[in-house]
């Protein structure tokens, strides 16, 4: 079979790699294992305990990126459709009534996966390509 990429994985994913980027870099700058170290913010000289508070704050950005679930880019609402004016609802073409009935028909909505080979007499049948047409195109 074929390898996956490292950003395949499910949980090695680019917002936990820069979330865990930004901790290190703070806990890295703050330096808190070095007391006379000199680490300035806005111009100023943090103190230990200050670098220390940072160092925290940058662990908790790490395990906030290791442990946090990121919500999925999919949509979860499935498509629909109304049988009788063929309008379509859901997922990108507009929200689907809360009663599951088409506003302008009053028609039960279908789901739109399926819904010409469940009726075959809705196909438009003037969109459809000859078949000797499309032997010449394989």
């Not at 609402?77 to 009534?97: D, M």
Request: hydrophobic share 35%; aromatic share 10%; with cysteine.
């Amino acid at each position: 079979m074929g390898r996956k990429s490292i950003l395949e994985n499910r949980f090695i994913r680019p917002e936990r790699l820069i979330w865990i980027a930004i901790g290190l870099f703070m806990i890295l700058y703050d330096r808190p294992w070095a007391p006379h170290a000199d680490v300035y913010s806005r111009g100023m000289q943090v103190s230990l305990s200050g670098r220390w508070l940072g160092a925290g704050f940058g662990l908790c950005i790490i395990l906030g990126g290791l442990l946090y679930e990121f919500p999925k880019k999919k949509y979860h609402e499935q498509g629909t459709i109304c049988p009788k004016c063929q309008t379509p609802f859901g997922v990108e073409h507009g929200r689907a009534p809360k009663n599951g009935k088409c506003p302008d028909c009053d028609v039960k909505l279908e789901p739109i996966d399926g819904f010409y080979d469940r009726h075959p007499e809705l196909k438009d049948e003037k969109n459809e390509f000859p078949e000797d047409l499309m032997d010449d195109l394989k």
